[in-house]
């Protein structure tokens, strides 16, 4: 029995050293999965940027070819433009610097006669073509080719015609021509659809660059425009809709610093606060239009102002023969045709396309 003991403790012992061995061994393991963990958790992380810089990638070359793309539309759409109504600058150009020319007497009548013509071939469909055409014929005395070209750019534009001799005369002072082509003007508008130009021909006549007649007539007819959107159901919600989003722009802020306490305890703050933003609302939209009613009148900044003599005059003035002098176009008193006495381009005296035949101009 004594014998066994050795053994079996030296057996014992052997089994307890392979046990520590094992041990070692599957620590060391342990430390080399855990070193693969970390690695692979690493390379997951950097294949997740790598996955997230492809997609950054590719959205923004995305990005770049939409660019790209429109930005080649533009340039095609640009040169159709170009193409189709180009040379209309052109004619706005030359309208300029007509009129610059009436002003300053430094062109020749048959040179601006010449221009007008050439450009009235050149755009055969553009309204302001035929329009210099009159305004040249209009300072050479010709009544009856500018009564004719009067009518072609009314047949082709009824709104932009009224509104240039709206303009033009009422630069040169003739108040009652200018307030017959503006009523021709007002008349070729859409209520529902009103251009970018009207904003300031409706400020001109609110600071008076039109005189009280010319109010007068805005007054009316914007009456008439009421009580016809007033009658569209669709258009008095979209007014409507208009207005509830202006009120509610201006609504103040949260009050939660005002009422803390109340912001705190009460489950219906969320609603309290919109009430009352909305309420505040209602004294910074007063200040806002009372500061535009309350504004000072007077006319627009680049504005001529009428002489008395020319708006009071119960006829328009006669209409220049020459234009070397610069007095025919800018005095208080042009001089006198040499053949006759006419007034300004007459306002069709219908809406829509001038008739074939008009009645004179004299």
Known sequence: ?????????????????????????????????????????????????????????????????????AETR?????????????????????????LQAFDTGLVTEETVRGVSEELMIQTPRYWLAPALVALASWAADDPTLCSRAVDEAFRRSPAHTSLLFTLVLRRQG???????WLRHYLLAQDPAALGREFAVILEALAQGAFGPAGRELLATTLDQWQRTLLDDTAARDR?????????????????????PRLAQLSPQWPQLDAILGKARAQQALLDRYRAVTEREPGPP???????????????????????????????????????????????????????????STT
Request: glycine fraction near 6%; charge should be positive.
């Open 74 to 98: 533009i340039g095609v759409i640009k040169d159709d433009l170009d193409h189709e109504f180009g040379h209309h600058k052109t004619v706005r150009r030359t309208a300029v610097g007509m």
């Open 174 to 180: 003739r108040q009652e021509a200018a307030h017959r």
């Open 301 to 359: 900044p680049g504005w001529r102002t009428p002489s008395t003599t020319s708006s009071t005059s119960s006829s328009a003035p006669t209409t220049p023969t020459n234009c070397h002098s610069a007095a025919t176009w800018s005095s208080s008193t042009p001089s006198s045709p040499t053949t006759g006495t006419w007034t300004p381009p007459a306002a069709p005296t219908t809406r829509g396309p001038p008739p074939s035949s008009r009645p």
């Open 1 to 69: 029995m004594n014998q066994v003991d050795p053994l079996l403790h030296r057996k014992l012992q052997e089994v307890g050293n392979l046990v520590s061995h094992l041990g070692e061994q599957v620590r060391q393991v342990s430390g080399q999965v855990a070193g693969v963990d970390t690695r692979q958790q690493q390379a997951q992380t950097e294949l997740q940027q790598l996955r997230a810089d492809f997609l950054a990638y590719v959205q923004q070359a995305g990005r770049a070819s939409v660019v790209q793309r």
């Open 239 to 259: 007014q409507v809709a208009l207005w509830r989003a202006e009120i509610d722009s201006l609504a103040a802020p949260t009050a939660r610093a005002d009422h």
